[in-house]
């Protein structure tokens, strides 16, 4: 055989085994190196599960806690000649309101009073619910997990209290359902199935088949372990959740893809096989005149691949011809890409699900009941393409109503939480004091609003809000500070602007020394309206703001219109001149009415 032939078949044959080595060593590496993070990220998934678990639990205790001390129910439980319709009433109210799946209350005894879930039902002993005893033994929140018509609900009791005299208890639960598995799949990057006794509960991918479950939980019973589901290979583990006692077994089975998580190694791995196919061939061409020259920087290109394979994504320079060179930097910028996209992917999530969250709470305090006598009110608020902060709120009594609108400063969870803290205590407060002066409502929120922003959150948020107290002949005392009010005056058929003199919420602790009131006074006929940044510093695309010009050109010229009218009609001339709203936007419309027509 030829010196020539002799050297091609064996450069022929060391190239072969080079490349077969080196794609298997990359092949090998990423795949152990990926299946150990995906081990260690379910595992990281467990915590996180657990810590929403947590603090799901943290926020329904404390609305328990709130509802516990509503005067209604209280009463309804304490006094013994109450109609049951009332009792029912009072806890349908209360559980359609809360969007509650268990609303139950027992008397002192641990008996069942009302079930709004079965209404028909009175009497059981529900004593043996842990929940149950211990809230009524010792009156501290107690929190756990019950299983009803094949769904879990994770349920907090509270001690039902009437003076010094313990009237019974109320339980609360809110089912482990798709929402809440969909939210701890998005902050765990992976799927989550809630499971009762093996069977799923909520909603599984496409990927999965409600007859493959039973036996996956089985399988991974006794640890975490990889499985295939349909046609997907997956990391999974089950986790308990917390407060699963007695016959029912419920817990998270947590899943990771491992064939998701494969797929950008397995990409790399084709492109790598491409790239030193081609490098294969050129050599054998050239492997004569050219081994010496092309060996130290192919073997620098094969470190470089075993790096990136075990995670070093970090810039190398590569000495060599033009084409390594060029080599060297297209996976210099592949490693770059690859850690950005990584990067990019986990902030992305994590936004997305702080949004869709503040974007849930944001709407769900908003009150749906706007009847107040004396009063013709519309509101609206509609939010931007980032969560802001607008809360309004409407809180009717006998002789009139409290009103808050306001504005968290910022964006995202963080807003959201602090707007859930303002329209609890406001509606705390005003229920359990109604006749109570604006300013001193403002002084005790501010206090619970700045401990619980600066010591618990340890954020750097504030509040404007004005906290009106409206009565029937048409007198408002007015605290806190915010938007100017626009009135429209049915007298003189003018419009004049009204401020609110006090101080934001939560930027100090002691407010006393700029703690004010006012009073302002409404006809019959006037209107007034209250609104939030958003509206006023809308801006065109020149940059101009609506401003109150705005606001007033479109009151004027629709005053004697119904209230829904007017709302929309500012809503609509605020989007003609600015389509895409940089903030959100609220409008409140209200006209005094001073005297209620009857048919005679």
């Not at 190196?33 to 947590?54: H, I």
């Not at 926020?59 to 209604?72: D, M, S, T, W, Y």
């Not at 503040?358 to 769900?364: D, G, L, V, Y």
């Amino acid at each position: 055989m030829k010196l020539r032939t002799t050297v091609f078949l064996w450069v022929l044959i060391l190239v072969v085994a080079i490349v077969g080595a080196t794609i298997g060593t990359i092949a090998i590496v990423f795949d152990r190196s990926t299946r150990t993070r995906l081990a260690e990220e379910l595992e990281r998934s467990r915590e996180v599960a657990l810590d929403l678990d947590k603090n799901r639990q943290s926020l329904h205790k404390q609305e328990c806690k709130v509802v516990a001390e509503e005067p209604r129910l209280k009463a309804v439980v304490a006094t013994e000649d109450v109609a049951r319709e009332t009792i029912l009433d009072a806890v349908g109210t209360l559980a359609t309101t809360l969007d509650a799946g268990v609303f139950v209350i027992v008397d002192a005894e641990g008996r069942l009073i009302a079930d709004s879930a079965a209404p028909d039902a009175e009497g059981f002993d529900l004593k043996d619910r842990e929940v149950v005893a211990k809230a009524l033994a010792t009156g501290e929140l107690q929190s756990g997990l019950w299983v009803a018509d094949g769904k879990a609900y994770q349920v907090s009791g509270c001690r039902l209290e009437f003076g010094a005299r313990v009237v019974g208890a109320l339980v609360i639960g809110h089912a482990l359902d798709d929402a809440f598995a969909n939210t701890v799949a998005k902050h765990t990057g992976g799927e989550a199935i809630v499971v009762i006794d093996g069977a799923p509960v909520t909603q599984l991918t496409s990927e999965i088949q409600t007859a493959e479950v039973a036996p996956a939980v089985a399988k991974v019973r006794g640890g975490a372990r990889e499985l295939t589901l349909g046609d997907t290979t997956w990391f999974a583990q089950l986790v308990p959740v917390p407060g699963s006692q007695g016959e029912h077994e419920v817990e998270y089975l947590m899943l990771r893809s491992v064939d998701r998580a494969l797929a950008p190694a397995r990409r790399i791995v084709r492109l790598l096989l491409l790239l030193l196919a081609g490098a294969a061939l050129a050599s054998l061409v050239v492997a004569l005149l050219l081994a010496r020259r092309l060996s130290r920087p192919i073997d620098a290109l094969v470190a470089r691949t075993k790096a990136i394979a075990g995670g070093d994504l970090s810039p190398r320079a590569i000495d060599g011809p033009t084409e390594v060179q060029s080599l060297g930097s297209a996976m210099d910028t592949m490693a770059k890409e690859i850690d950005e996209s990584r990067k990019s992917l986990a902030e992305k999530e994590r936004l997305k699900g702080e949004l869709e969250i503040a974007a849930r709470i944001q709407t769900s305090i908003l009150p749906r009941d706007l009847t107040v006598s004396g009063l013709q009110i519309a509101a609206k608020m509609m939010t931007a393409t980032e969560v802001g902060g607008d809360y309004y709120d409407v809180v009717a009594n006998e002789d009139g109503c409290w009103i808050a609108i306001g504005d968290v400063s910022g964006h995202g969870l963080t807003a959201g939480l602090v707007m859930m803290m303002v329209q609890t205590g406001v509606a705390t407060l005003v229920r359990s004091q109604p006749d109570a002066n604006p300013k001193d409502v403002i002084r005790s929120l501010n206090t619970v609003l700045y401990e619980n922003v600066h010591d618990r959150l340890e954020a750097e948020r504030h509040m404007t809000l004005s906290l009106l107290r409206y009565r029937r002949d048409g007198g408002i005392v007015v605290a806190g500070a915010h938007m100017d009010a626009v009135v429209w005056r049915a007298a003189t058929q003018k419009t004049e602007t009204l401020g609110t003199p006090g101080t934001f919420l939560a930027i100090t602790q002691d407010i006393e020394h700029i703690n004010q009131e006012v009073s302002w006074q409404v006809s019959d006929g006037d209107l007034m309206i209250l609104l939030t940044d958003g509206v006023t510093e809308a801006e065109n695309a020149a940059g101009k703001a609506f401003e109150y010009t705005g606001v007033t050109r479109v009151l004027e010229a629709q005053a004697t219109d119904p209230v829904e009218k007017i709302r929309d009609a500012l809503f609509t001339a605020l989007i003609k001149h600015s389509p895409t709203l940089a903030d959100d936007a609220t409008i409140m419309v209200l006209r005094y009415v001073a005297r209620v027509k009857t048919d005679t």
